[in-house]
C-alpha cells in the first residue's frame, strides 16, 4: 500500500532554519521514496511500512542532534499525492 506524508517540523529554538534543513537532507537520503519539499512542509511518498520507518528514523537523529521540535504530519495512506 502507497501512503502519502505531509511532514512539518517546527523547532523550539531561535536559529530554526539548520534543523529544518537537516531533516530534509536526511529524509532525502532514503531510496524508493518520492520526496518533495515546499515553503512550509515535505511530502514523503512510497510504501507505507518503508515510508513511516524513514520519518520516524529521521526524527530521531533530528532529535538526538537538535533536541526540540514539533512535528505536525497528514498521514493520508492509499494516496498518491506527488
Not at 15 to 22: A, K, L, R, V, Y
Request: overall charge negative; glycine content about 4%.
Amino acid at each position: 500500500m502507497q501512503v502519502t506524508i505531509d511532514i512539518s517540523m517546527y523547532p523550539n529554538r531561535e536559529d530554526f532554519i539548520p534543523p529544518i534543513q537537516g531533516f530534509i537532507e536526511r529524509i532525502n537520503r532514503f531510496d524508493h521514496l518520492k520526496i518533495t519539499t515546499f515553503p512550509t512542509s515535505t511530502v514523503v511518498q512510497g510504501e507505507y511500512q518503508y515510508s513511516m520507518q524513514a520519518v520516524q528514523q529521521t526524527i530521531a537523529e533530528c532529535y538526538r542532534e537538535y533536541h526540540m521540535a514539533v512535528y505536525v504530519m497528514k498521514i493520508i495512506p492509499g494516496y498518491e499525492a506527488l
